[in-house]
């Protein structure tokens, strides 16, 4: 297990931040792949991205989706003395929640699990939580405890321990979801981490940021209560948020070859990282693929052979051009061979996932309701 790195800046202590690292590892997808499953899996388990933000779930419930090809985590631990779980640190949700030891369903089988009887510090809640997802469902309970982050420890935190979970999860290496979203979108109104951390001084900034690294399976990282300038190159760019719900920002166009393409007249997308892919509207997607000479009926393949000559795709945020070229949207496997990483779903909304966020450094600002982004190293 790899904890955490608190940074300081030469010029005084007060800059310290600290850095959670991320590793890099092998998606559900992968793991299906080696094992001959991948096809029967995908369609028993469709992947429907959007329903992780359908508005009627905003308060109360919150959707996820069985997303095959995340393969960031990083370790939390939860308890005294710690118990430690891999979370995908989601930037599209504001609920903590690991499997527990009165979980029996498949996927909590082959994860950790949260004792609370082997703490000190737990204390019972019992208000029932439900997430639901685009396959199933993860329900349990809540409860209180100390959760440390990056070295951080937040004491009576409240999160949820699993009952049940959507059986795609057994796939999954992270054993649970830490969300960085804001609190109103809280499942059962439960604080989010970021929020007790902010409450209680715990950072000196009231900001975040995430480097996934494009190449290596190390190197990734979020960073709590600063921005570490190793990490990307030239001028941030500050968008303001244009929902505090989400991290929601307007998107002016995307373009390709200088042709528009696709967000005519401007279109709202959310920085995710529990998010693998770029998401849009099937026929916005459609059209993007089709430029990039993508076949839809095979999974948006390409021919692995052609992506010195695949044009940039440009996206158009806040006066500011964000083009993500063939090597930053192009996933490669030995099974499948090349695809594009921009996938259709719903009617308007756009998600800046991973495949996004890898080319760009991105800064999730809460003091002032931002997004920074800049060029990643």
């Not at 527990?100 to 994860?111: D, E, G, L, M, R």
Request: proline fraction near 5%.
């Amino acid at each position: 297990m790899k904890w955490a790195i608190v940074v300081c800046a030469m010029v005084a202590l007060s800059e310290c931040f600290i850095q959670v690292p991320l590793e890099k590892g092998k998606t559900a997808r992968e793991i299906l792949e080696e094992k001959g499953l991948w096809e029967e899996y995908r369609l028993k388990y469709p992947y429907n991205p959007l329903s992780k933000f359908d508005q009627r779930f905003a308060v109360g419930n919150q959707p996820m989706t069985n997303d095959a090809d995340l393969s960031y985590y990083g370790v939390i631990s939860i308890g005294t003395p710690p118990q430690s779980f891999q979370v995908i640190f989601d930037t599209g949700s504001s609920n903590l929640w690991v499997p527990s030891v009165y979980c029996q369903s498949a996927a909590c089988n082959n994860h950790d699990k949260y004792n609370p009887t082997m703490s000190s510090t737990y204390r019972f809640n019992g208000k029932p939580l439900t997430i639901q997802y685009g396959t199933g469902s993860m329900t349990g309970f809540l409860a209180y405890d100390t959760v440390t982050v990056g070295g951080i420890a937040v004491k009576n935190q409240i999160f949820g321990l699993s009952q049940t979970e959507a059986a795609f999860m057994q796939h999954m290496v992270a054993d649970g979801i830490l969300g960085l979203a804001y609190p109103r979108l809280s499942a059962s109104d439960a604080t989010p981490v970021f929020d007790n951390m902010m409450t209680e001084g715990l950072v000196n900034q009231d900001l975040f940021s995430v480097y996934l690294s494009p190449n290596s399976q190390q190197g990734s990282v979020v960073t709590f209560g600063g921005i570490d300038h190793n990490h990307y190159t030239g001028p941030i760019t500050w968008i303001p948020l244009s929902n505090e719900l989400y991290w929601q920002i307007t998107v002016d166009s995307v373009t390709i070859n200088g042709q528009v393409v696709a967000c005519n007249g401007g279109c709202q997308a959310i920085v995710d990282t529990g998010t693998s892919l770029v998401v849009g509207p099937q026929s916005s997607i459609g059209n993007i693929n089709s430029m990039l000479g993508a076949n839809s009926q095979y999974g948006n393949s390409v021919n692995c052979n052609s992506l010195g000559q695949m044009p940039d795709v440009i996206f158009h945020i806040h006066g500011q051009e964000f083009a993500l070229p063939a090597s930053a949207y192009v996933f490669q496997s030995q099974y499948s061979g090349c695809r594009t990483g921009f996938s259709g779903g719903g009617d308007s909304l756009w998600i800046l996932g991973d495949v996004f966020i890898r080319h760009y450094f991105s800064i999730f600002n809460r003091g002032q309701n931002m997004v920074g982004l800049a060029k990643s190293k």
